[in-house]
C-alpha cells in the first residue's frame, strides 16, 4: 500500500482555472521570493499546480578542523502540489498537513494578488464515519487521538486509544468530540484494505493499493 494526502478546503473569489494558470504561469520561479510555481495546467473547469515554499533552517554541524559546532543557515524547500475547482468553491491540496491549506491561501493572495479566501472545512468525525458506513463496505473505528483525557489523577494530557470494536470507539468519541483530533478509520475499498486518518478539518491522510487512489479520493470527497 502506499500513502497519500487529500486536504480540503473552501476558496471563495477565485477567478476561472485559465486564469488562475496564466497568473501562476507569469509568476514562474522569481529568485527573490518565497514562493515559486514548478508547473501548473487546466483540465476542464479545473487548475492544477505545483509551488514551492523556500525558508532558511539554522542548522548545527561540526567542523572537523576545528571541532567546534558551529551553525549554518541551510535553505529547506516544501513542496504543495494543488487543485483548485473556482465553479465549486473547492481547494485541494495533495501534501503536507492542515499548514499546507494557509501557505497556498497566502500564496494566492499575496504573491498572486488574487482577492482569493481560504477557509479550512469543518466536520464532524462521528458524521464522517456514518456516511463512510452508507458509502464502503466493512468499516471499522480503529483508534481516536484526543487533546485531553484524565483517565485518573495520575494521568492527564493527549490520549490515543485503539478500538477492537467500533461502537465502543464511538462512545468514546461522543464523549470527547470536543476534543478529538483524529480519528482513524478502516474500510475495504475497491482492491484491498484501506486506513484514513480523519481530522476536524477535513485534511486526510490514507493508505491503500495505488490503483484504488482515484476512488478513495471520491469517497473522502463526500466527507467534505
Known amino acids: 500500500m502506499a500513502s497519500f494526502k487529500l486536504n480540503i478546503a473552501k476558496i471563495r473569489a477565485c477567478p476561472p482555472a485559465k486564469e488562475l494558470v496564466e497568473a501562476m504561469a507569469e509568476f514562474a520561479m522569481p529568485d527573490n521570493e518565497e514562493f515559486g510555481v514548478l508547473q501548473s495546467s487546466t483540465s476542464g473547469e479545473s487548475a492544477f499546480a505545483t509551488i514551492i515554499r523556500k525558508t532558511c533552517q539554522n542548522?548545527?554541524?561540526?567542523?572537523?578542523?576545528?571541532?567546534?559546532?558551529?551553525?549554518?543557515a541551510v535553505?529547506?524547500?516544501?513542496?504543495?502540489p494543488f487543485g483548485v475547482r473556482p465553479s465549486a468553491e473547492r481547494?485541494?491540496?495533495?501534501?503536507?498537513?492542515?499548514?499546507?491549506?494557509?501557505?497556498v491561501g497566502t500564496f494566492l493572495a499575496s504573491?498572486?494578488?488574487?482577492p482569493t479566501i481560504v477557509d479550512p472545512i469543518e466536520i464532524e468525525i462521528a458524521s464522517a464515519f456514518d456516511i463512510l458506513t452508507r458509502n464502503v463496505e466493512r468499516v471499522e473505528l480503529r483508534g481516536i487521538r484526543v487533546s485531553e483525557y484524565a483517565h485518573d489523577s495520575y494521568m492527564s494530557g493527549p490520549y490515543a486509544p485503539k478500538f477492537l470494536d467500533s461502537q465502543h470507539g464511538l462512545?468514546?468519541?461522543?464523549?470527547?468530540?470536543?476534543?478529538?483530533?483524529?480519528?482513524k478509520v478502516r474500510f475495504r475499498g475497491p482492491t484491498g484494505p484501506v486506513n484514513v486518518?480523519?481530522?476536524?478539518?477535513?485534511?486526510?491522510?490514507?493508505?491503500?493499493?495505488e490503483d484504488d487512489q482515484a476512488e478513495i479520493q471520491s469517497i473522502l470527497r463526500k466527507l467534505a
Open 59 to 72: 542548522v548545527q554541524q561540526l567542523d572537523a578542523e576545528t571541532n567546534e559546532v558551529v551553525t549554518a
Open 171 to 183: 462512545d468514546f468519541l461522543a464523549e470527547f468530540t470536543e476534543f478529538t483530533k483524529s480519528a
Open 75 to 80: 535553505e529547506k524547500v516544501t513542496v504543495y
Open 91 to 103: 481547494l485541494e491540496i495533495f501534501a503536507g498537513g492542515a499548514a499546507g491549506i494557509e501557505q
Open 197 to 209: 486518518t480523519l481530522t476536524p478539518n477535513a485534511c486526510f491522510g490514507y493508505s491503500c493499493n
Open 111 to 114: 504573491n498572486l494578488a488574487l
